[in-house]
């Protein structure tokens, strides 16, 4: 079987700062992958890298076998960014948001169909945000907003979708609105990559996880990534503990 994304020896430097160091990883298709590690590990930086916005100083990408541009150009792959990553003042409400998900799939004037808007309005509703459908996309609070991304990407009928920190301050309502979702996409045959800090959620939401920093540290079950002297290798001491301790 063809995997759905094949990270290989990917290295990314900033200038004097080196991001990635010959990461690999490979999903397959109907899988969530955690990726975990600290703040300024890498993890964005290997968004950024799979979907064309920084390029790799060295290894190479692939979505489905093919060109990561060829599935960007599809709309094969669909990516859901941080929240400090977007601006909200800029006047779309949430159905065109979500409309933005079907412009792979529309002519060059993108004049929406009907089956467009019934794959925007289904999308909506499968999070929850129909009554605010209409609302400027940044009058919503930050767990509707991440809602409204996702709906994006459901609409936009990806099968690679990456999430970076979804969960990143947001309520319980959208952590478990996500969640399920997610697996309901999986389950259906799409594959998702998804960065968190939430790891006690993480055996529920991943069949399996990646432990980063800057380089793969391990790759393995939610269970095994999660134990104590595996965390340490990434985050000096085991936050899990500490988070309890709080």
């Not at 290295?11 to 160091?21: E, F, G, K, N, P």
């Amino acid at each position: 079987m063809t995997p759905a994304l094949h990270v290989s020896g990917v290295s990314v430097a900033y200038r004097d700062v080196t991001a990635l160091i010959d990461a690999s990883l490979t999903l397959e298709p109907g899988r969530v992958c955690g990726l975990v590690g600290m703040n300024g590990s890498g993890k964005s930086t290997l968004f950024k890298a799979i979907m064309g916005v920084v390029r790799p100083d060295t290894g190479s990408i692939s979505i489905f076998g093919g060109l990561p541009s060829k599935a960007r150009k599809d709309g094969t792959v669909s990516y859901v960014p941080q929240s400090e990553s977007v601006d909200w003042t800029f006047p779309v409400s949430v159905r065109e948001v979500v409309m933005m998900g079907r412009y792979g799939k529309q002519n060059w004037m993108r004049t929406p169909r009907a089956v467009d808007r019934e794959a925007v309005a289904a999308a909506i509703e499968r999070v929850d945000l129909t009554e605010l459908a209409g609302r400027q996309i940044g009058q919503l609070s930050g767990g509707q907003r991440k809602r409204a991304f996702v709906a994006r990407a459901i609409a936009q009928e990806a099968s690679l979708l990456l999430l970076d920190e979804p969960f990143a301050g947001v309520d319980k309502r959208t952590e478990a609105t996500i969640t399920r979702l997610l697996r309901e996409l999986t389950a259906a045959g799409a594959s998702v990559l998804v960065s968190t800090h939430d790891l006690h959620a993480l055996p529920d939401l991943c069949d399996e996880a990646v432990l980063l920093q800057q380089r793969v540290l391990m790759n393995g079950t939610p269970q095994d990534v999660l134990r104590p002297e595996n965390l340490a290798m990434a985050f000096g001491v085991d936050p899990l503990r500490t988070s309890e301790a709080s």
